[in-house]
């Protein structure tokens, strides 16, 4: 699964699109990895941003689950903006809400980790 990024300030928005489901679970996680890494190593925080996630298996939530679990473990932070519907009422569902802080845009997200950041994102 292709995993677009982009650094704003000191946070990175990680972009997955499509599915995520048990068919690229493993190639999601992969493609997070280094990332994940980059973010325990510099301390910065991750946005995913899920305006191009169509659907999320119960696989795929546990992808999510495993990255949040690692992030949090090596002192970093996951949050999660732009959901699609159908992604937002799987997550609310799963009471996934409740695990992750989620905004309604990739700013309002960038806003509440890093003023710095939020600014980048406005400058384009």
């Known amino acids: 699964m292709p995993l677009a990024h982009r650094l704003y300030g000191n946070t ?3 972009a997955p699109s499509g599915r995520l489901d048990h068919d690229n679970c493993e190639a999601f996680r992969e493609e997070m990895a280094p990332h994940l890494e980059r973010s325990a190593r510099e301390g910065t ?9 169509e659907y999320v298996s119960s696989a ?3 992808c999510f689950m495993l990255a949040a ?4 473990a090596q002192n970093s932070r996951i949050v999660i903006a732009s959901m699609q519907p159908v992604v937002g009422e799987i997550f609310q569902i799963a009471r996934f809400n409740l695990v ?3 905004y309604p845009k990739v700013r ?16 384009g």
């Open 69 to 72: 679990k690692q992030a949090k």
């Open 45 to 53: 925080p991750i946005v995913l941003d899920l305006s191009g996630l």
């Open 108 to 123: 309002d997200a960038l806003a509440a980790l890093s003023p710095a950041a939020a600014a980048a994102f406005d400058q």
């Open 12 to 14: 990175l928005v990680l």
């Open 60 to 62: 795929g939530l546990r």
């Open 100 to 102: 992750f802080e989620a």
